[in-house]
C-alpha cells in the first residue's frame, strides 16, 4: 500500500473501533474462536482473524506492517503447550512476539500494540476476553495519542 | 499478472444463519469489482448441490481460474468447494474459504452494520490472497500395504485384528513377554464385568487365527526411517542373542499404554502396611478366594482416598478419569464378596461420568459411604501406637466434621501417568503434551492423527482412557490407516515450506527450527543452500521468521499472500 493510501486507511478508521488483527491456527485456536461464533459471543467488529498451521510461522515483520499499515493491534491467539507440530512452540512465539515489539519500537509504535494468550481450541470465552480488553486498551492508546 | 486472474466470489446466505446479520448483498455489490473477480454472487446455501453445479457452471463459462466461497468456517466445507473447483477445472489449490458465519454474523448478532463491514473486509482478503495462488499438485506417495503396531495392549491387540480384518499385513511388537498389557492382568473389569484375562485371552486367539500378523514379543522399536506410507523400522527382539530385524511399513500405530501413578514414600501413609495402590487392592480383590483378605487377616474395613497423584497443582494436574469408575467397581466387587465390609470413599470429586455413574449409585446402595474432603486439607493416614491404621479427614457433607476411622485398609486410588519412553519419543517423533501423553492433532476432528503422517496414536499412551475407549481409538487407528493403505497411493497436502535458493545464503538456522529433519544442505550452481523435502515437511512454518535472508515460504501462507490479506482487510473501515 502506497503511503497515500496508508494516510487514507488511518483517516477512514477515525470515529471507527479499534482495528485487531488476530493471528490464530487451524487446528488449536481457530476452534476455538469459531466456539465463541458458534455460542453468539460478542467481540468488536473490529476483531479480523488470519488462520496459520502453527503460531512459531508468524514473521514478526507480518506484525509490523499490519500496524504500520492501519491495524491498532495484533493479537496471537497462540498454540500454547497444545502445538501438534512444535513441543518448544510456547518458547518459540514468545520469541516472536519480542521480535515484533523491537520492530515496533523502531516503527514508533508502542509495543503494547501486540498481545498474546493461549487459546485452546474449546477456549471461546477466553478468547471473548483476551480481545474485548485488548480492544479496550487499543481505544486507550487511540485517545492518548489524540490528546 | 494478478489482474489477469479470473476469480468466482459467491457470498452464502446459510439461510438466514449469515444474511440475517450480515447485508449479503452489499457484500456482493462491494466485492465485484476488486482486481481479478470475474463473478459475484449470493447463494441461499453455497454447500446444496445445486449451489455447487452453479459454480461448476461459472467456472466453465467464465473460465475461473480462482475461486472464493465465503460461508461457514473453513473446518466445515473446504474439501467440498475444493471438490466443486477440482470438478470444474480450478486447482483445487486455488480455492479460499472465508468465514464469514462463526467469525462474523453469528458473533456480531448485535451490530448488522458491523458485520457487513467486516464481511466486505474478509471477503477482500480472501479474494487478494487467491489472486496469488499458484496452482499445486498434491503430494503423491505410493504406499506399503504393511502396518506396524507397537504395544500389545487390549488397543494393541484390537488394532492388530482391525489391520489384519481390512486386508493389511501387521507386525505387532510388544517390550514384555507376554501379550495385553495391563488388561491381561486384571479379573473382571468395568464397564462390562468381563475377566480382563479371559478378554485378553480371547483377542489373542484372534491374532493366532491371523496368518496375516506377525508378533514379536520381548521387542523394541529401536529405529525408524523412510517417510510417510513408506516407513523403515528397526525391531530388536531381546533374546539371549539379540535380533536386529528390519520391516516395510506404510503405517505406525503407537498403543504403549500408561504406568500407574507410584506414590512417594509417605504419601498418604503410603509404605505404611496395610497401605495401597489402586492395582495392588485390584490384584488383592482378583486373588479374594471367597472372601478379601491382607497378609493372611480379614479384611473388615477399607478406606479409598481418590485422586492421588491426579489433578496436583505443579505436578500430574489432570483427571484421570478412569479411577473413579474402577474404585466403584471394585467395590462393588468387595460387596458381592461379603456385604459386611464397611467401605468409606473419601473423595474430591466423584466422576464417575455417563453410564458409569449406575455404579456409583449402586456402590452406594451396598454399603459404601462417600465422604468429600477439603481440596487443602487431605485426608491423613497413620498407624497408632497400638497398631491401629486410622484415616483421619474432614467431611464437607457433614458440616466439615472432623472423622477418624480405623480401617484395614487404605486404598489409594491412583490414575494413570504417561509411561516414560523417552528412546520411542524420540525416534517417532510425535510431540507430547504438557501432561507428557502422546498429543493427537485435533482431539475431536483428527483424534488418532499427529502431525507425523502416518503415525497414529491409539489406547492410553494418548491420555487416560478406559479398556472400551482404548478399543475404540484401536479401531479408528485401524480406520485411519485403512485410508492411507488400501489404495496403495495416498495423497499429502502439498502446504509445505519452500526455499528460494537465489536469496538462501546458507546460514542453517532452518536446520535448528525444524525437529522433523526436513531441511537439509545442498549444493546449488556451486553455491550451498538448504532443501525441504516436500515428503518430509509438516507444514507447520516454524522455519519462515528463523531465515534472516526472508527465502522460506510456506506454501497457501506465502509472505506475500498474508502481506495481501492485511492490506486488503483494512481497504474496508469497519464501524
Known amino acids: 500500500m502506497s503511503a497515500v493510501a496508508v494516510a487514507d486507511v488511518h483517516e477512514k478508521q477515525a470515529g471507527s473501533v479499534p482495528r485487531i488483527l488476530v493471528f490464530s491456527t487451524n487446528n488449536i485456536s481457530d476452534p476455538g474462536i469459531d466456539l465463541a461464533g458458534s455460542q453468539h459471543m460478542h467481540y468488536s467488529p473490529g476483531v479480523e482473524v488470519i488462520s496459520l498451521p502453527c503460531t512459531s510461522g508468524i514473521k514478526p515483520s507480518w506484525i509490523a506492517h499490519a500496524i ?5 493491534g495484533v493479537f496471537i491467539a497462540s498454540d500454547g503447550d497444545e502445538c501438534a507440530y512444535l513441543p518448544d512452540c510456547a518458547k518459540r512465539a514468545s520469541g516472536i512476539v519480542s521480535q515484533a515489539q523491537v520492530l515496533l519500537q523502531a516503527q514508533g509504535h508502542d509495543p503494547q500494540r501486540v498481545k498474546m494468550a493461549a487459546i485452546c481450541s474449546v477456549c471461546a470465552e477466553p478468547f471473548t476476553k483476551h480481545v474485548q480488553q485488548f480492544s479496550a486498551t487499543l481505544a486507550g492508546l487511540r485517545e492518548a495519542a489524540t490528546k | ?168 499385513e501387521v507386525f505387532l511388537v510388544e517390550r514384555e513377554r507376554e501379550l495385553g498389557g495391563w488388561v491381561g492382568r486384571f479379573g473382571a473389569i468395568y464397564p462390562h464385568g468381563r475377566n480382563g484375562r479371559d478378554l485378553i485371552a480371547s483377542l489373542v486367539d484372534e491374532v493366532r487365527k491371523r496368518s496375516s500378523i506377525t508378533v514379536f514379543t520381548n521387542a523394541e522399536l529401536m529405529a525408524k526411517s523412510g517417510s510417510f506410507g513408506n516407513y523403515v523400522a528397526a525391531i530388536r527382539i531381546n533374546t539371549d542373542l539379540p535380533e536386529l530385524i528390519h520391516v516395510e511399513v506404510g503405517s505406525i500405530i503407537v498403543a504403549t499404554g500408561f504406568d500407574s501413578y507410584q506414590p512417594e514414600a509417605g504419601e498418604y501413609g503410603y509404605g505404611i502396611d496395610g497401605v495401597v495402590t489402586l492395582p495392588e487392592f485390584k490384584a488383592l480383590v482378583d486373588g479374594a478366594n471367597g472372601s478379601l483378605t491382607y497378609h493372611g487377616r480379614p479384611v473388615r474395613t477399607i478406606a479409598y482416598i481418590y485422586c492421588v497423584g491426579s489433578r496436583q497443582p505443579g505436578a500430574n494436574e489432570y483427571c484421570s478419569r478412569y479411577c473413579c ?251
Open chain 2, 325 to 575: 469408575a474402577a474404585t466403584t467397581h471394585a467395590a462393588l466387587e468387595v460387596a458381592a464378596l461379603d456385604g459386611q465390609v464397611h467401605q468409606y470413599h473419601l473423595y474430591r470429586d466423584i466422576r464417575t461420568y455417563g453410564k458409569y455413574e449406575l455404579m456409583y449409585t449402586e456402590s452406594r446402595k451396598r454399603g459404601s459411604v462417600y465422604m468429600k474432603f477439603p481440596e487443602d486439607a487431605p485426608p491423613e493416614v497413620s498407624r497408632d501406637a497400638a497398631g491401629r491404621l486410622t484415616v483421619t479427614t474432614r467431611d464437607l457433607l457433614t458440616e466439615g466434621q472432623e472423622l477418624a476411622i480405623p480401617t484395614d485398609l487404605v486404598v489409594l486410588v491412583t490414575g494413570m501417568v504417561p509411561r516414560k519412553n523417552e528412546e520411542l519419543m524420540s525416534l517417532l517423533k510425535v510431540p507430547v503434551g504438557t501432561d507428557g501423553f502422546f498429543n493427537e492433532i485435533h482431539p475431536k476432528l483428527r483424534p488418532v492423527e499427529t502431525v507425523v503422517d502416518g503415525v497414529l496414536i491409539a489406547g492410553a499412551c494418548q491420555g487416560p482412557k478406559n479398556s472400551a475407549e482404548s478399543v475404540a481409538s484401536g479401531l479408528a487407528a485401524v480406520t485411519q490407516s485403512a485410508a492411507i493403505l488400501k489404495k496403495g497411493v495416498a495423497e499429502l497436502d502439498p502446504l509445505v515450506a519452500t526455499v528460494d535458493a537465489d536469496a538462501c545464503t546458507w546460514c542453517d538456522k532452518c536446520i535448528g527450527a525444524c525437529p522433523y529433519s526436513a531441511i537439509e544442505q545442498v549444493e546449488v550452481g556451486g553455491r550451498q543452500v538448504a532443501t525441504i523435502s516436500p515428503a518430509t515437511c509438516k507444514g507447520c512454518g516454524g522455519c519462515v521468521p528463523v531465515c534472516p535472508e526472508d527465502a522460506i515460504d510456506l506454501r497457501g501462507y506465502t509472505d506475500a499472500q498474508i502481506r495481501a490479506a492485511i492490506d486488503s482487510m483494512l481497504e474496508e473501515p469497519v464501524a
Open chain 2, 1 to 168: 499478472m494478478t489482474d489477469e486472474r479470473r476469480i468466482g466470489v459467491y457470498i452464502c446466505h446459510c439461510g438466514g444463519n449469515i444474511s440475517d446479520y450480515v447485508d449479503v448483498k452489499r457484500v456482493v455489490e462491494a466485492v465485484q469489482g476488486e482486481p481479478g473477480v470475474i463473478v459475484a454472487r449470493d447463494t441461499i446455501f453455497a454447500c446444496a448441490d445445486a449451489s455447487q453445479q452453479e459454480m461448476e457452471e461459472d467456472i466453465v463459462k467464465h473460465h475461473l481460474d480462482g475461486l472464493v466461497v465465503a460461508s461457514c468456517s473453513p473446518k466445515l466445507h473446504t474439501l467440498t468447494f475444493r471438490g466443486v473447483a477440482r470438478r470444474a477445472g480450478i486447482n483445487p489449490y486455488q480455492y479460499t474459504q472465508v468465514n464469514i458465519r462463526e467469525q462474523d454474523s453469528w458473533t456480531h448478532t448485535d451490530n448488522p452494520a458491523g458485520a457487513t463491514h467486516k464481511a466486505i473486509s474478509l471477503v477482500k482478503s480472501g479474494i487478494a490472497r487467491t489472486r496469488l495462488t499458484e496452482p499445486l499438485e498434491p503430494l503423491v506417495v505410493e504406499t506399503t500395504q504393511r502396518a506396524l503396531v507397537i504395544g500389545a495392549g487390549i488397543a494393541g491387540l484390537r488394532a492388530a485384528i482391525g489391520l489384519a480384518d481390512v486386508g493389511l
Open chain 1, 68 to 72: 504500520d499499515q492501519g491495524f491498532d
